[in-house]
């Protein structure tokens, strides 16, 4: 599989505080996008970076990526308790067919 | 517009048994996937639609089956259940243009215990 990984697999932090989440992958990709996934339920995309940018914004969310080191990492600022949920990369393989590679997941709890 | 509506919610069978699970998309949408979510598989990709066409397939064996309708929406089957097919099927559909490697919208998903 060509899944990515993504590190830590779990934070716990205060609310306020900053969370950033890593995620690294493989192969070349054509772009990359993370999710957000409340318990059972189902994936909300958050943030989509194209192989030929570096760093994107959001609101709340800051994504970078670096493709020399096949890596990206998801800031979340001033964290809410709302944010509580687990975060997954997903890569678009370049030259690949249209399928979304997800990363492990990182799961995140944020403390009121 | 609606979200993406997956049905039914959860599902409880016994092994050998087969399943039948729904999916509608957001409307206008034309592409369809399918993805298998598990504790220790994580997310895997079934399969992808798009316009009544498998485009995509995941590495699961051939009693994983899908369609897609002339109105997009899609079924996925799933034949002679074993117990590790327990899990949350996750349905997504994506923009009109199908366009590769575009932002997925999700359903609620379907939690399927085999029992």
């Known amino acids: 599989s060509q899944q990515g990984e993504e590190d830590p697999q779990a934070l716990s932090i205060q609310e306020g505080e900053n969370a950033t989440m890593n995620c690294s992958y493989k192969?070349?990709?054509?772009?990359l996008q993370w999710y957000r996934q409340n318990s059972g339920r189902g994936l909300v995309h958050l943030i989509l970076?194209?192989?030929?940018?570096r760093e994107k914004h959001s609101g709340r969310l800051r994504v970078t990526l670096d493709t020399s080191k096949k890596s990206s990492s998801l800031l979340i600022t001033a964290s809410r308790a709302a944010d509580t949920a687990s975060y997954f990369c997903?890569?678009?393989?370049?030259?690949?067919?249209?399928?979304?590679?997800f990363g492990t997941g990182t799961l995140l709890a944020v403390q009121p | 517009k609606a979200g993406v509506t997956q049905t039914p919610r959860y599902l409880i069978k016994t092994r050998g048994q087969q399943v039948t699970l729904s999916c509608s998309p957001i409307s206008g949408h034309r592409s369809v996937s399918w993805y298998q979510q598990t504790p220790g598989q994580g997310l895997q990709f079934l399969f992808e639609?798009?316009?009544?066409?498998?485009?995509n397939k995941g590495n699961f064996p051939g009693r994983f089956s899908g369609r897609q309708f002339s109105n997009s929406r899609s079924e996925m089957n799933v034949s002679t259940l074993e117990l590790g097919d327990s899990a949350l099927y996750l349905c997504?559909?994506?923009?009109?243009?199908?366009?590769?490697?575009?932002?997925?919208?999700f359903g609620s998903g379907t939690q399927l215990s085999v029992l």
């Open positions: 997903a890569t678009d393989l370049r030259g690949a067919t249209n399928k979304l590679i």
């Open positions: 970076i194209r192989s030929n940018e």
């Open positions: 639609y798009f316009s009544e066409t498998q485009r």
């Open positions: 192969t070349s990709i054509n772009n």
């Open positions: 997504a559909s994506s923009s009109q243009t199908g366009a590769r490697g575009e932002k997925l919208f």
